[in-house]
């Protein structure tokens, strides 16, 4: 089994910023794409960052420019830098894996997902 856990979320002002962190651990062969997603209250879940094994970043638009994403491949990490915070980045924050297991299928991971609260 593989477990994703999360850290870093809280209650940050307008214009601040946030670092949030994902460790992934367990029976893990290779982990491809890594990368966080949110959910706002009476919204969908959506992307906001990925990262590829080799590198590769893709950011949803509203986040284009103020969020940077970065892996540590050896460590099974995830991180994401977060400045220029606005109210509407208030959410909560999941990482996803793309993991090939020792004893399971190619498949995705979730963690348990961190709050984060933009607020004056």
């Known amino acids: 089994q593989v477990q994703l856990v999360e850290s870093g979320g809280g209650l940050v002002q307008p214009g601040g910023s946030l670092r949030l962190s994902c460790a992934a651990s367990?029976?893990?062969?290779?982990?491809?794409?890594m990368g966080w997603y949110r959910q706002a209250p009476g919204k969908q879940r959506e992307l906001v960052a990925v990262i590829t094994s080799d590198g590769t970043t893709n950011y949803a638009d509203s986040v284009k420019g103020r969020f940077t994403i970065s892996r540590e491949r050896a460590k099974n990490t995830v991180s994401l830098q977060m400045s220029s915070l606005e109210p509407e980045d208030t959410a909560v924050y999941y990482c996803?894996?793309?993991?090939?297991?020792?004893?399971?299928?190619?498949?995705?991971?979730w963690g348990q997902g961190t709050q984060v609260t933009v607020s004056p």
């Open positions: 996803n894996a793309d993991v090939f297991g020792y004893s399971t299928s190619r498949r995705d991971y």
């Open positions: 367990g029976s893990i062969l290779r982990i491809y794409g």
